[in-house]
């Protein structure tokens, strides 16, 4: 260690002493993993938020600055009929981009983020905080003192009754979890027609130039752009992010000026839009078909929901200083030219283009090519969300594993899915090709829009009722203004489903099926997991048996129990006897907040007997977080856990208590705050569970230890008698960790094949037997994930029957050695997979009771006996 142990103990009791004295004991530095629970933020300059503001023009505006592209065509796809309906289409423009892009989404949702995160999954998280609303039963009394997940209680009646209402009823925790994953996969849809629609409308402004063109070959000059488009996105934004700015900065000056040329020149009274008068006008002029049109009028403010979710690395006082002085002004004027114009060309080929025939003449080239630059930096930003929607759904367990890359190693979120990308640029040109007009391609991008703003407002009013502070009858008004207008909007979309909104949403219910199949089974394979945990008396007998050979090494078993041993520890003991003299049973969980900080990340408990070496640890990361490679993680992970092998005999009980251990289930607790400002345990929270091995004191690392209200236990602990005797023992402990980390680090893994039982449903069979079973063999595999070397892989594997269905873990580890055996109980099935020489004592196959050879090769089955004996 880095001071010698006698210097680590005194000053460990001279902070005790602090501790003690200190009624603000959370800001007393704990050895080398101090925590800071309220770090100071610095007051953002007008400096900054100008530069903020100039960045994230590019970033967050390009849709929305595209959108007048095709607004004006689309809405009068069929011509004007009378003078006045430019005038009330343009005043449902104004408004409807003020009430939904303006006032929900800057001044209003914006405030409704994850830490700096928005979107539909932001707000799920959001709520996963305030109650604990997650399919998933892997939460942790410990995980509400991680600083970025504090909140505070609900204290007011509404909020409790919310807060009750999520947590008892599976029935509002199964329509939330819907809700969500319906709305992230209609944003992903939309990603596959955002490209298409922002592009061919660019593109057909060579019209104008080029008559001759057809309808065909503007298709084809649409889908080339998109493969390259699609082809560049390995790259990453990074290298030439730093012009997206400048280029939407000049394009919305650009549209701006030739809008208010021609507001000017053809007609100022167009100002008269602002009268909301028109809008009534007009749909007492034109009825059912006014009504419909307002699927289109809805195109106006596409690009808000991805606004929302790639919010991110900007501050809200940014985005609405740009957004209010910057975009707004600029597309209305935009819009606004764009009636004049049309107020005075009223012909049918002049409307069916309409923005391309409003520009002067001399400025059509300049123009066209910033529209078409401006369409592909607006489809990035959907493209970048996609990326970034399918690595949340990932951490949530919520889509079977693929690959991600970092494109910059300055920005973390900037993220590339190879699978993905193929995906959205096959989708998108087989778009492009199918409907070959934008009129079509809106109409289906109009039911993404309407839907998601629908299932925002919804859980946005329960973030209202369960975390913010207002007045009821604020969120009344905010509900019902939104609520009653989307409605409407999504009533004319639907109006019109056979012509086009029908494929978004075939496409969001594929990406449901193969989200709640993997999520189903996932949940249901963790507590079964659960359910048959290991009980404390059983890991001490297979420690203690006779023939168990300790072997040198750090051995580190990865499983998704974040509490308990898991049921395949026992097994992998009786067909191999052997295990590290070091055990780590680890546990990768994803909290519902964005980051988790390195100095809070690892939650040790010990296995009794002390002397086993026998540990459990949940490495926790937040969804934004990335995975270390194995050789960094493992280099943390040892280093905290010699702080808590330290800990844990600093700060032990003199009379350790001990724990009642359920045969099959396991008691639920949860720590709870008092007035006093103490800690204590109530009773079957929701969801969470005690960890089985060790007492509530014992089990907290040195991390979260001096969070839980543990000042009122202090008298308890041996603070002041440290002999040298107890000092030599925590010396030799941690040798022992480094000494086994020096001979070599073998990784275990844990994988599950599942299958439906005989008599399940016929739906269950296919959702199990052939969805799930597809998606589970062309996902990436776990230690590809981990980034684990091949040659320190071990997996190991059996296959047994759950209540609704036949699950098989596996674990890794190291040889060219492929064994499968059976056994003699009920359809189990284990089998060995290695990849280097092994220090294992194997057992003689002859003493497997069958062998299956279908996959194992002769040689290597001799070569198999060959290392029997070998230690």
């Not at 003192?145 to 008892?168: D, F, G, I, P, Y």
């Not at 709305?183 to 629609?197: E, F, G, K, R, V």
């Not at 963790?526 to 359910?531: A, D, G, R, T």
Request: net charge positive.
């Amino acid at each position: 260690m880095a001071r010698p142990l006698r210097a680590q103990a005194e000053a460990a009791g001279r902070r005790r002493k602090e501790i003690a004295c200190d009624p603000a004991w959370w800001h007393v530095d704990i050895g080398s993993t101090f925590l800071r629970l309220f770090d100071v933020v610095e007051e953002d300059n007008w400096v900054r938020t100008l530069r903020l503001g100039f960045q994230c023009v590019g970033i967050l505006y390009a849709d929305l600055g595209t959108s007048p592209l095709y607004v004006f065509s689309n809405t009068f796809k069929y011509g004007v009929e009378h003078k006045d309906d430019v005038l009330g289409v343009l005043s449902l423009i104004i408004y409807s981009f003020l009430l939904f892009a303006m006032v929900k989404i800057i001044f209003i949702a914006l405030y409704a983020n994850d830490d700096g995160d928005g979107g539909t999954f932001a707000l799920y998280s959001l709520i996963s905080r305030y109650a604990r609303v997650a399919l998933i039963p892997n939460q942790q009394a410990e995980d509400d003192l991680v600083s970025s997940h504090r909140h505070l209680s609900a204290t007011r009646r509404r909020a409790q009754w919310m807060k009750n209402l999520l947590e008892t009823s599976k029935p509002a925790k199964l329509t939330l979890f819907f809700l969500t994953i319906f709305a992230t996969a209609l944003a992903i849809s939309d990603c596959m027609l955002t490209p298409p629609i922002s592009v061919l409308s660019a593109v057909n402004g060579l019209r104008l130039r080029a008559p001759h063109l057809t309808t065909d070959q503007i298709v084809w000059i649409t889908v080339g752009i998109l493969i390259l488009f699609f082809a560049v996105q390995h790259l990453g934004t990074d290298k030439i992010g730093y012009t997206f700015a400048p280029l939407v900065v000049v394009w919305l000056l650009l549209i701006a000026g030739i809008g208010l040329y021609n507001l000017i020149k053809y007609d100022i009274g167009t100002l008269k839009a602002f009268n909301p008068k028109y809008i009534f006008d007009y749909f007492r002029r034109n009825k059912k078909k006014g009504w419909v049109s307002l699927g289109e009028i809805l195109l106006c403010f596409t690009g808000t929901e991805a606004l929302f979710a790639d919010l991110g690395y900007f501050s809200i006082k940014s985005i609405q200083l740009s957004f209010s002085f910057g975009l707004l002004p600029s597309v209305l004027l935009t819009y606004i030219g764009q009636a004049a114009y049309l107020r005075t060309h009223m012909d049918d080929m002049i409307i069916s283009n309409a923005f391309f025939e409003s520009i002067p003449s001399t400025l059509f080239w300049p123009t066209f090519v910033l529209a078409l630059l401006a369409s592909v930096i607006g489809s990035q930003a959907m493209v970048s969300c996609a990326f970034a929607t399918m690595s949340h759904l990932q951490t949530l367990s919520c889509f079977p594993r693929v690959k991600i890359l970092r494109t910059s190693r300055r920005y973390s979120g900037q993220l590339y899915i190879p699978e993905v990308n193929f995906f959205l640029c096959v989708a998108s040109c087989v778009v492009t090709i199918s409907f070959r007009t934008t009129g079509f391609i809106a109409k289906a991008h109009e039911i993404c829009v309407a839907l998601v703003m629908v299932i925002t407002t919804l859980l946005m009013t329960i973030v209202m009722l369960l975390v913010w502070k207002v007045n009821i009858w604020w969120i009344a008004a905010f509900f019902v203004v939104f609520m009653s207008t989307e409605t409407v909007y999504l009533s004319a979309v639907l109006y019109k489903f056979t012509q086009g909104p029908y494929f978004p949403l075939a496409m969001s219910a594929v990406l449901m099926v193969i989200m709640i199949v993997w999520h189903y089974v996932h949940v249901k394979r963790y507590k079964y997991e659960l359910q048959h945990t290991v009980s404390p008396d059983e890991v001490k007998h297979l420690l203690e048996r006779h023939d168990l050979k300790r072997v040198p090494g750090l051995g580190l078993f990865y499983t998704e129990l974040v509490q308990g041993i898991p049921p395949i520890f026992p097994h992998l003991i009786e067909k191999i006897p052997t295990v590290h003299s070091v055990i780590v049973f680890i546990s990768v969980k994803h909290l519902p907040i964005p980051h988790v900080d390195v100095q809070e990340r690892f939650l040790f408990r010990q296995v009794e007997p002390k002397e086993s070496m026998v540990f459990r640890c949940v490495a926790r990361y937040g969804y934004r977080d990335t995975l270390e490679m194995a050789g960094d993680f493992v280099a943390t992970l040892v280093e905290y856990l010699q702080y808590y092998v330290r800990d844990l005999s600093l700060y032990c009980t003199a009379e350790p208590l001990r724990t009642s251990y359920p045969s099959i289930r396991i008691d639920s607790f949860r720590w709870e705050k008092k007035p006093s400002g103490r800690s204590g345990r109530s009773g079957h929270g929701h969801g969470i569970h005690a960890e089985e091995m060790l007492t509530p004191i014992q089990s907290f690392s040195e991390l979260t230890m001096h969070q839980v209200g543990m000042s009122n236990r202090l008298p308890q602990f041996q603070t002041a008698k440290m002999n040298l005797e107890e000092m030599l023992r925590i010396e030799e402990d941690q040798k022992v960790i480094q000494r086994e980390v020096d001979n070599g680090v073998v990784y275990i893994l844990g994988e599950t094949e599942v299958v439906a039982k005989p008599h399940s449903n016929l739906l269950k069979k296919i959702a199990v037997n052939y969805i799930f079973d597809f998606l589970r063999k062309n996902s990436r595999k776990g230690e590809k994930m981990l980034s684990i070397p091949r040659g320190q892989l071990l997996k190991w594997g059996k296959k047994q029957h759950l209540i609704t269905m036949l699950v098989n873990p596996y674990i890794n580890q190291t040889n060219t050695l492929k064994t499968l055996s059976m056994s003699y109980s009920k359809c189990q099935c284990t089998y060995l997979k290695a990849y280097k020489p092994l220090i294992y004592h194997v057992p003689s196959p002859d003493a497997w009771t069958k062998t299956d050879t279908r996959d194992i090769d002769p040689p290597i089955f001799k070569e198999e006996k060959g290392i029997e004996r070998t230690k």
